[in-house]
């Protein structure tokens, strides 16, 4: 017998507001931490030269130059500490380069402003998620959904993470919400297949996988779930067809 799917542990990920993306994690089907995007908050100031310098970073994070975005969002917060969506982008800025503790400080100052904005909450948990602050990630996604319960990012982020704790049963409900809150967001689906599949409920984490690799068909782990679960179902013929498909969308 087949052992289940590893499972792919990594929160989506987003970016930064400018330029952030779907939230679908990158496009071959991996998941990476799923960040909110803008807070709600801004500045007290949002005349110029504020809003020049604002929307100049957010233009450079378009283009790819993180080194010029990052600079200017600093002379940007020189002159107003206060802009929270500015000191937002800069934290996760930060993460992508890869200086965690300046990312964290940045998100924990935002928050000092703004405790209750979840946005900030969810951006800081998936930075602590990611780097495996666990019980960190799960205070502030609680938060979070204590906030707001149907948020969905917290909740993707909190059922991703007990996965990655191999909490898979823990898993299922938040994660189960999220599709019922946004039925087409794929990486959900995926990680119920995972969860399914990893407490032996193979008919429910089929289903998942195949919708999962039907809303993102470059989804190249769900379809190598969806091989694995039919292995496991004693379906060898149509597994063979699924890993040739999930092999075929790796190489894209």
């Known amino acids: 017998m087949t052992n289940p799917a590893d499972h792919n542990d ?11 993306g779907d939230g679908e994690g990158s496009s071959d089907g991996s998941a990476e931490p799923s960040r909110e995007g803008e807070p709600s908050g801004g500045s007290r100031e949002d005349a110029s030269p504020i809003a ?12 790819g130059d993180l080194t010029a975005a990052i600079s200017t969002y600093r002379t940007l917060l020189g002159k107003d500490p206060a802009h929270v969506r500015a000191r937002n982008n800069l934290g996760l800025l930060l993460e992508q380069r890869g200086d ?8 924990d100052r935002a928050l000092e402003s703004e405790p209750d904005n979840t946005s900030l909450l969810c951006n800081r948990a998936a930075i ?3 780097h495996l602050k666990y019980d960190r990630a799960e205070a502030d996604l609680r938060k979070a959904l204590r906030l707001d319960d149907r948020n969905a990012e917290a909740l993707m982020n909190l059922g991703i993470l007990a996965c990655r704790r191999g909490r ?18 794929a990486m959900a689906h995926y990680h119920l297949g995972e969860a399914y599949n990893h407490i032996d409920q193979l008919p429910a984490a089929l289903e998942s996988y195949e919708t999962a690799a039907a809303l993102q068909p470059s989804n190249w782990r769900a379809l190598k779930g969806i091989g694995i679960v039919l292995d496991r179902m004693g379906r060898p013929t149509e597994a ?13």
Do not use: C, I
């Open 10 to 20: 990594v929160p989506e990920h987003a970016g930064t507001d400018a330029g952030a």
């Open 52 to 63: 020049h310098l604002y929307a100049s970073a957010r233009e450079q994070t378009d283009r």
């Open 100 to 107: 965690v503790d300046g990312a964290l400080q940045e998100l």
């Open 128 to 130: 602590l998620s990611a």
């Open 168 to 185: 898979w049963r823990e898993s299922l409900e938040p994660l189960k919400r999220v599709v019922e809150l946004e039925p087409d967001r």
């Open 240 to 252: 063979a067809l699924a890993y040739q498909r999930s092999r075929e969308a790796q190489r894209r």
